[in-house]
Antibody, heavy 117, light 110 residues
Framework: QVQLVQSAAEVKKPGASARVSCKAS????????IHWVRQAPGQGLEWMGM????????SYTQKFQGRVAMTRDTSTSTVYMELTSLTSEDMAVYYC??????????WGQGTLVTVSS | QSVLTQPPSASGTPGQRVTISCSGT????????VNWYQQLPGTAPRLLIY???QRPSGIPDRFSGSKSGTSASLAISGLQSEDEADYYC???????????FGGGTKLTVL
């Protein structure tokens, strides 16, 4: 069955970077996009961007351009999302989700990133 | 402010039928497919409906989706207590060149 297993929760200081991993299994890793979506406490879902694991090509929403980087390691079927220059507004649960180029289907369990001095 | 508009809350009693609306524009719902996701408290979203009205395997037929013009709807019949969750619609947006989500609807089973 399709599984996306994310890394553990992180606590970061303002200005630091967070790096979340997402290990995929149960399907052909290079056949589906991986989307990253975040959810601030008590808020809705916000799409950050996506990566094509086959080509390594990425697309980021304008809000995060210059501050986010999504990479992949095909040897381990793992995708990484790094977000730099963290502020308190970046405190959220970060989800990876498999999908077509358009929309996600299967979701990871989420990774809480706490930003606190 | 979400690109897709959903009512913040909905409610119903066990056995009832409830619908949740999702309003968009010609650059998203009006020209692209819609997915619906269910998020139970403290868990990750789960795909409920894809391609406007298709159910993934394992999703009960109590859940159905429809679309007309620039609006989509999720209907839940035979409401059960375990349906109490947040529901999100999503669609690709041609102008933003990415997926957009509704703000979510919190469903309460009375």
């Amino acid at each position: 069955q399709v599984q996306l297993v994310q890394s553990a929760a992180e606590v970061k200081k303002p200005g630091a970077s967070a790096r979340v991993s997402c290990k995929a299994s149960g399907y052909t890793f290079t056949s589906y996009f991986i989307h990253w979506v975040r959810q601030a406490p008590g808020q809705g879902l916000e799409w950050m961007g996506m990566i094509n694991p086959s080509r390594g090509s990425t697309s980021y929403t304008q809000k995060f351009q210059g501050r986010v980087a999504m990479t992949r390691d095909t040897s381990t079927s793992t995708v990484y999302m790094e977000l730099t220059s963290l502020t308190s507004e970046d405190m959220a649960v970060y989800y990876c989700a498999r999908g077509t180029i358009a929309l996600p289907d299967y979701w990871g369990q989420g990774t809480l990133v706490t930003v606190s001095s | 402010q979400s690109v897709l508009t959903q009512p913040p809350s909905a409610s119903g009693t066990p056995g009832q039928r409830v619908t949740i609306s999702c309003s968009g524009t010609s650059s998203n719902i009006g020209s692209e497919i819609v997915n619906w996701y269910q998020q139970l408290p403290g868990t990750a979203p789960r795909l409920l409906i894809y391609n406007d009205n298709q159910r993934p395997s394992g999703i009960p037929d109590r859940f159905s989706g429809s679309k007309s013009g620039t609006s989509a709807s999720l209907a839940i019949s035979g409401l059960q207590s375990e349906d109490e969750a947040d529901y999100y619609c999503a669609s690709w947006d041609d102008s933003l060149n990415g997926p957009v989500f509704g703000g979510g609807t919190k469903l309460t089973v009375l």
